[in-house]
């Protein structure tokens, strides 16, 4: 993929939309990754089929689909998605994110969800973007919380996932807090 498909760059890592040929790396990296992601996204299998109509869905004004690249090699090493964007008064959006089993635990979702959010307020004009966690997912409550995000709230058996209703926190973060915090990514 040319570099100049790159919406945004941090000094590691770039950002890019998703595109019909991801399909066979994000199919890899979700198969590796099966263990790691099942507990808290549930089973996810990414036929050809599935992924096209997440793609078809991307087209839509309320989801947006993006991959987080390794800036040296291009290779993908995240995936991050604005779900449920409001416009209007709200100018709002939720986040949907992972990383994979040989890319976790590097900086790089830190680093590329930063891109995501510096390209959501200045590209997309949103305001605040949230992410609903469940409560022990502590992988995912350090990342929002480097990046600023704030703990609003409870929601039990908001989603369900592995055959239960499973409680999340909500977290969000507007664009006034995201530019007060000292990330080197964020503004
Ligand atoms: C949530 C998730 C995306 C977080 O990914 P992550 O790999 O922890 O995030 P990062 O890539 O930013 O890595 C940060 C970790 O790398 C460590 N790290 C190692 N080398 C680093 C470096 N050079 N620079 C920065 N951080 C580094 C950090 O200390 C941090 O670990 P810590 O949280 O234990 O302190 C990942 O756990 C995941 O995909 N989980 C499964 C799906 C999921 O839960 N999605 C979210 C649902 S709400």
Redesign the pocket.
Known sequence: MATSSYLLQGPRVALRRVGREDHAELSVLQRE?AE??R???GTREMTVEAFEGSLERFEQPTRKGFVICLRDTGAI??GVNINNIVRGSLQCGTL?????AS???????????GLVLQFALDQLELHRLE????PD????L??VK?LGFQREGYSAAFQFINDEWRD?ERWAVTAEAVRKTNHPIVR
């Open positions: 990754s790691m992601l507990r808290w996204l090493v995240g949907g994110y992972t990383s994979y890319t976790t635990g590097r900086g790089y979702m830190t680093e590329g969800l992410a609903n966690i469940q997912n502590t992988a995912s350090n990342l480097r999340h």
